[in-house]
């Protein structure tokens, strides 16, 4: 075994040590839920850059001394520090690490390239953390490594006196140390393996908001205080909370679990932690309640709801253990109190319809089907499980979706913003039917106002009775054409073809009842615009389109 074999083999121990101090520090619950966060208090940015500043000064002192050069783990520490944290773990990191290698040997043949390498390595570790694709970090980051030894040696070459002197170091430490950065790729996958727990635990809490939407949808239909408890209670038992409430800004709604007789339904909010998450807008978490009106209570989560980004209530989730509140609790609740807030929007615009007498118009504007959220929400939670990054886009496209249909007024509004809302509806329809359906868009830089949901529902009669009713994939075309003195309108599918029957019978107003969306539109169209839709058989699939004067703009 030569000598360069084995400084290798010490080296590789010396790093295995590191490894090993960071496999059971992941294992700490508090450490490595600070791992999974995407965004980390300064406390813990502090916590970091210490533990890692103290893993390179580690890796000097547990050098291995040739020729008044250390054989050591230091630019493994600095590098690995900055990939997996930011450049300002791997830049601080360096500077100290550099700073006191250099301070202990002042003069050192090797202790001024140590210095500028030990920096150098800090800020192309934090270069890739900021512009590297995650699942190549490790790669990269032994390259870095071994450029910023490769750096060493040429420096230690270039400073040395006599060059001799140098050229001896370089022969025996260059293989060993380059060789060694082979270590930061294990540790950098060490670490992300715990990062990439994350995707797996959103994924879960993404499919357990999801069905605690499904489960107490129902009771959202008419909102009252036995409604609210019921879902207090669908939360509290699925997510294992000692208690859960629901306010509004001034009363308590309903709480349901420990410390239940302490509450009156209806009393006013005594709590300043709930007046501030309302007056504030932001979510108020509290591990350890020391002097919470329900002493046994010690673990405290107050979730704002909002709607039109107003603060209407909160969801406050109440643990009797210190501490329970995780961060991946955190945000599950977060995703639960916004799927919440649209559906008492819902609730409410449902109401405010049952009780109203207004056109259809107005019923159509303010309808949201529920077949579609049901599905919609199926869908969800089954991309979940193959993809938790496409179903935060899914959550996103359908509140959008929601929350437009709810918004929308006898007004006109611009055509671009119509079609975000159709948008959002054909990304839900894809996730559904996957390659069955395909989207394309042919949009020409226009700038009109149109009444809303005047699009949407030709989109969702080309899918569901063109593109579903044939076997095979088929396409959808939606576009707005710029024609001189007119704009036009047209959705185009390749599907299995309306019958001249259901043509007729929009035409001559004879359309059945439970087959009106086309037809309303129809209506609505040639109320406004003064003729109605045009609508083509294709071969194969089916046209339609109405046309708007300019004058509207």
């Known amino acids: 075994m030569n000598t360069s074999l084995e400084m290798l083999i010490h080296l590789f121990e010396r790093a295995a040590l590191l490894l090993i101090c960071l496999f059971f520090m992941i294992r700490i619950p508090k450490f490595k839920e600070s791992l999974q966060k995407d965004r980390h208090s300064l406390t813990e940015r502090l916590v970091i850059t210490i533990l890692f500043c103290l893993f390179a000064i580690f890796g000097t002192y547990s050098g291995i001394n040739v020729e008044g050069s250390l054989v050591n783990t230091r630019i493994i520490a600095v590098v690995s520090g900055g990939i997996l944290f930011g450049p300002w773990v791997g830049i601080i990191s360096g500077v100290v690490s550099g700073v006191h290698r250099y301070l202990i040997d002042i003069g050192g043949i090797t202790s001024v390239p140590c210095l500028i390498t030990s920096i150098i390595a800090g800020i192309v570790s934090g270069f890739i953390n900021r512009k590297v694709k995650r699942s190549l970090r490790w790669i990269y980051g032994i390259a870095a490594g071994m450029f910023c030894e490769v750096l060493t040696m040429l420096l230690i070459l270039a400073m040395a006196d006599p060059f001799s002197l140098g050229l001896d170091i370089v022969s025996k430490i260059a293989f060993p140390m380059i060789v060694g950065e082979l270590n930061i790729g294990l540790i950098v996958l060490l670490v992300m393996s715990v990062e990439g727990e994350k995707e797996t635990i959103a994924a879960r809490h993404a499919k357990l908001a999801l069905d605690i939407a499904n489960k107490t949808m129902p009771y959202f239909r008419s909102i009252n205080t036995d409604s609210l408890r019921q879902i207090c209670s669908i939360i509290k038992n699925d997510i294992n909370a000692d208690a859960v409430a629901i306010t509004d800004n001034e009363n308590v709604l309903a709480y349901v679990g420990f410390g239940e007789e302490r509450y009156v339904t209806g009393q006013e909010i005594i709590s300043d932690l709930t007046k501030e998450a309302i007056r504030t807008g932001k979510f108020i978490i509290r591990n350890h309640i020391a002097d919470h009106h329900t002493p046994q209570i010690h673990s405290l989560l107050i979730v704002?709801?909002?709607?039109?980004?107003?603060?209407?209530?909160?969801?406050?989730?109440?643990?009797?253990?210190?501490?329970?509140?995780?961060?991946?609790?955190?945000?599950?609740?977060?995703?639960?109190?916004?799927?919440?807030?649209?559906?008492?929007?819902?609730?409410?615009?449902?109401?405010?319809?049952?009780?109203?007498?207004?056109?259809?118009?107005?019923?159509?504007?303010?309808?949201?089907?529920?077949?579609?959220?049901?599905?919609?929400?199926?869908?969800?939670?089954?991309?979940?499980?193959?993809?938790?990054?496409?179903?935060?886009?899914?959550?996103?496209?359908?509140?959008?979706?929601?929350?437009?249909?709810?918004?929308?007024?006898?007004?006109?509004?611009?055509?671009?913003?119509?079609?975000?809302?159709?948008?959002?509806?054909?990304?839900i329809e894809k996730a559904r039917f996957g390659s069955r359906?395909?989207?394309?868009?042919?949009?020409?830089?226009?700038?009109?106002?149109?009444?809303?949901?005047?699009?949407?529902?030709?989109?969702?009669?080309?899918i569901n009775h063109g593109i579903l009713k044939k076997k095979g994939p088929g396409v959808v075309t939606i576009a707005v054409k710029d024609l001189g003195e007119k704009i036009r309108v047209s959705v185009m599918d390749t599907g299995a073809g309306i019958s001249e029957d259901v043509i007729n019978n929009v035409q001559n107003d004879t359309v059945p009842a439970n087959k009106i969306g086309l037809y309303n539109v129809h209506q609505r169209v040639k109320l406004i615009y003064g003729n109605g839709l045009v609508i083509n058989r294709l071969s194969p699939g089916t046209e339609v389109f109405f046309d708007m004067v300019k004058e509207r703009l």
């Open 304 to 427: 704002p709801f909002e709607e039109h980004g107003e603060v209407t209530g909160t969801l406050k989730i109440y643990y009797r253990k210190s501490y329970k509140m995780t961060y991946s609790l955190q945000t599950m609740a977060i995703g639960l109190s916004q799927i919440i807030s649209t559906l008492m929007e819902v609730s409410r615009i449902e109401q405010i319809k049952a009780e109203s007498n207004k056109a259809e118009l107005k019923a159509l504007q303010t309808k949201i089907n529920p077949h579609f959220l049901f599905n919609a929400l199926n869908a969800i939670a089954s991309t979940t499980r193959r993809n938790p990054d496409k179903a935060r886009e899914l959550i996103i496209n359908l509140s959008g979706y929601m929350r437009y249909n709810l918004e929308v007024s006898d007004e006109l509004i611009n055509i671009h913003k119509e079609l975000e809302q159709v948008r959002d509806y054909v990304e």
């Open 437 to 462: 359906l395909t989207v394309d868009y042919d949009i020409d830089e226009v700038n009109v106002n149109i009444p809303s949901l005047l699009i949407q529902p030709l989109v969702e009669n080309a």
